[in-house]
């Protein structure tokens, strides 16, 4: 029998109810596809800080870099704020990230029929809406150097440098090409070349490389109509290839066309080495402990684990099938709760799965 080992980061807020759902479907659905999950659970992020006194122990980063697979939940706590920004829960996923050398984040947008009705655009705008951000991880004005506070001149100044060097952006640039050959052909690089040294580095190289790919369709647009244009006809992209500033910020956006950022999952994936996979929404808080949570984005997480890190995909065909079953069903969380449906807590959401599993 296949064996994987995965590791578990259940996090912070809602991440130990979503995990507990993830888990029970990955053992029945692992049983039901003839392979074996083997689960270690590790802390990050808040959970970490109570217990070790750092958002992310050496233990758990070695677990990881040696798994098959990691499934983050959510990190965060506003338990934390007052914290130095380098000892906070985000630091702890940002060096994640980095110690297991991810380098390009993997964000589908879908709009399932079940759910048009649930999103804020009109259903005739985000109708037959399937796209994928690929946002660049590790570079960017999040990593680059120099960066810090300093008073000077009776004043105090704060700072960060983005930065892309030219094998940063071909290395990211490489996957959204291929992802694109792989789909319909079409790539959209998204910059702010018109005012950024930086994003016309990012131009040109995108340019260089699309001369490899005859295939594979690319135009360019400035972030700020990238932007707009995700809500006004978010129809007309594919893949959408970025930086890590930018793509932290439309891969959000993109994912309210959906009507819940509940429903939307991601993978990290780095040259060799297991990948991240992870829920494109917070920790919230707010909700924590109240079996109030929407555990879908953990499944569909889940699904991108089994077919894009272990190559099971059948197992992550039949995952998200049950979502979608469960959704025609009309079985809701309060997130995405309309007229004539069932609203459902986090718990017996994932029962209904398991049941459609």
């Given at each position: 029998?296949?064996?994987?080992?995965?590791?578990?980061?259940?996090?912070?807020g809602i991440g130990p109810e979503i995990t507990a759902v993830a888990r029970r479907l990955l053992d029945q659905v692992s049983n039901q596809h003839g392979f074996q999950l083997n689960?270690?659970k590790h802390p990050i992020g808040g959970a970490a800080i109570d217990a070790s006194g750092s958002p992310l122990p050496e233990s758990t980063l070695r677990a990881c870099r040696s798994?098959?697979?990691?499934?983050?939940?959510?990190?965060?706590?506003?338990?934390?704020?007052?914290?130095?920004?380098?000892?906070?829960?985000?630091?702890?996923?940002?060096?994640?990230?980095?110690?297991?050398?991810?380098?390009?984040?993997?964000?589908?947008?879908?709009?399932?029929?079940?759910?048009?009705?649930?999103?804020?655009?009109?259903?005739?705008?985000?109708?037959?809406?399937?796209?994928?951000?690929?946002?660049?991880?590790?570079?960017?004005?999040?990593?680059?150097?120099?960066?810090?506070?300093?008073?000077?001149?009776?004043?105090?100044?704060?700072?960060?440098?983005?930065?892309?060097?030219?094998?940063?952006?071909?290395?990211?640039?490489?996957?959204?090409?291929?992802?694109?050959?792989?789909?319909?052909?079409?790539?959209?690089?998204?910059?702010?070349?018109?005012?950024?040294?930086?994003?016309?580095?990012?131009?040109?190289?995108?340019?260089?490389?699309?001369?490899?790919?005859?295939?594979?369709q690319v135009s360019h647009m400035y972030v700020d109509n990238a932007a707009m244009q995700l809500v006004r006809n978010p129809s007309q992209f594919d893949v959408l290839l970025t930086?890590?500033?930018?793509?932290?910020?439309?891969?959000?956006?993109?994912?309210?066309?959906?009507?819940?950022?509940?429903?939307?999952?991601?993978?990290?994936?780095?040259?060799?080495?297991?990948?991240?996979?992870?829920?494109?929404?917070?920790?919230?808080?707010?909700?924590?402990?109240?079996?109030?949570?929407?555990?879908?984005?953990?499944?569909?997480?889940?699904?991108?684990?089994?077919?894009?890190?272990?190559?099971?995909?059948?197992?992550?065909?039949?995952?998200?099938?049950?979502?979608?079953?469960?959704?025609?069903?009309?079985?809701?969380?309060?997130?995405?709760?309309?007229?004539?449906?069932?609203?459902?807590?986090?718990?017996?959401?994932?029962?209904?799965?398991?049941?459609?599993?």
């Amino acid at each position: 029998m296949r064996q994987h080992r995965i590791i578990l980061l259940p996090g912070d807020g809602i991440g130990p109810e979503i995990t507990a759902v993830a888990r029970r479907l990955l053992d029945q659905v692992s049983n039901q596809h003839g392979f074996q999950l083997n689960f270690e659970k590790h802390p990050i992020g808040g959970a970490a800080i109570d217990a070790s006194g750092s958002p992310l122990p050496e233990s758990t980063l070695r677990a990881c870099r040696s798994s098959d697979g990691v499934l983050l939940a959510a990190i965060g706590s506003p338990r934390f704020d007052a914290l130095p920004r380098e000892e906070r829960p985000e630091t702890g996923l940002l060096g994640l990230r980095a110690g297991m050398k991810l380098f390009a984040n993997l964000r589908p947008v879908t709009i399932l029929p079940a759910l048009i009705d649930a999103s804020s655009l009109k259903a005739n705008v985000i109708e037959g809406v399937d796209l994928m951000v690929v946002r660049e991880l590790t570079g960017g004005i999040y990593f680059g150097q120099p960066k810090g506070r300093v008073e000077a001149d009776g004043d105090e100044r704060a700072f960060n440098t983005m930065t892309y060097s030219k094998s940063e952006i071909d290395r990211i640039a490489k996957v959204a090409f291929e992802l694109a050959g792989e789909r319909s052909g079409k790539l959209c690089s998204v910059d702010k070349a018109n005012v950024l040294d930086v994003s016309q580095l990012w131009r040109d190289r995108v340019d260089a490389l699309a001369e490899s790919y005859e295939d594979v369709q690319v135009s360019h647009m400035y972030v700020d109509n990238a932007a707009m244009q995700l809500v006004r006809n978010p129809s007309q992209f594919d893949v959408l290839l970025t930086g890590n500033l930018f793509g932290d910020i439309l891969s959000d956006e993109a994912a309210m066309l959906t009507g819940s950022i509940g429903m939307l999952p991601s993978a990290s994936l780095g040259s060799e080495g297991p990948g991240l996979f992870e829920p494109v929404h917070g920790s919230a808080p707010d909700i924590a402990g109240q079996d109030l949570a929407n555990p879908m984005a953990m499944v569909l997480s889940a699904a991108m684990m089994l077919r894009i890190g272990l190559k099971e995909s059948e197992a992550a065909k039949a995952l998200e099938r049950s979502v979608d079953r469960v959704l025609k069903a009309g079985f809701r969380t309060g997130d995405l709760i309309s007229e004539g449906c069932t609203q459902l807590g986090c718990e017996a959401m994932g029962e209904q799965l398991l049941q459609a599993l």
